[in-house]
């Protein structure tokens, strides 16, 4: 998953210096000291972010979170990747399960409750991209994606 990301941010961010750390066993405010970059938010609060890109150009800085799961989704783990979009408001936000989407499945694509995957500052509004993980391709199955991209 992490150099997925790093590619994925890469192809997006042309231009930029871009990192990509498996970041799950440490606080997302330690990791981010690490790069230099300190977010008040994330000071002291305990998110862990599974894996984390950065993408740098001078004094613009662009995060990228993949919060991932090793059984079906549920809205708890939507829950907590929202909380998480809330407080540090990264550019791109990724839930993924091997497993696949489990519940969400039900509540995103049979109700299409894409609204609950809203997040940002209010002047723009992202969505957080939920998707299964293809172990074959090691990347995230695009068919499966809500919203796609």
């Known amino acids: 998953m992490r150099l997925w990301l790093e590619r994925y941010v890469k192809d997006k961010c042309k231009n930029y210096e871009v990192v990509a750390v498996d970041a799950h066993a440490e606080r997302l405010d330690r990791v ?7 977010n ?4 002291g609060v305990d998110i862990q972010i599974d894996v984390l890109a950065i993408a740098k150009k001078n004094n613009d800085m662009k995060l990228f979170f993949i919060e991932a799961k090793k059984t079906q989704l549920t809205l708890r783990d939507l ?7 809330k407080l540090v ?16 499945n039900k509540l995103l694509n049979a109700f299409r409750r894409e609204d609950l995957l809203d ?8 969505k957080m991209k939920v998707a299964k993980w293809d ?13 796609k991209i």
């Open 32 to 38: 981010l000291v690490k790069y230099e970059i300190v």
């Open 40 to 43: 008040e938010m994330a000071n």
């Open 79 to 85: 829950g907590q990747l929202w909380s998480y979009c």
């Open 89 to 104: 408001d990264p550019d791109e936000a990724f839930l993924i399960s091997s497993l696949g989407l489990g519940s969400l």
């Open 119 to 126: 997040f940002g500052n209010g002047k723009k509004i992202k």
């Open 135 to 147: 172990i074959r391709t090691n990347s995230p199955d695009i068919m499966s994606m809500v919203p």
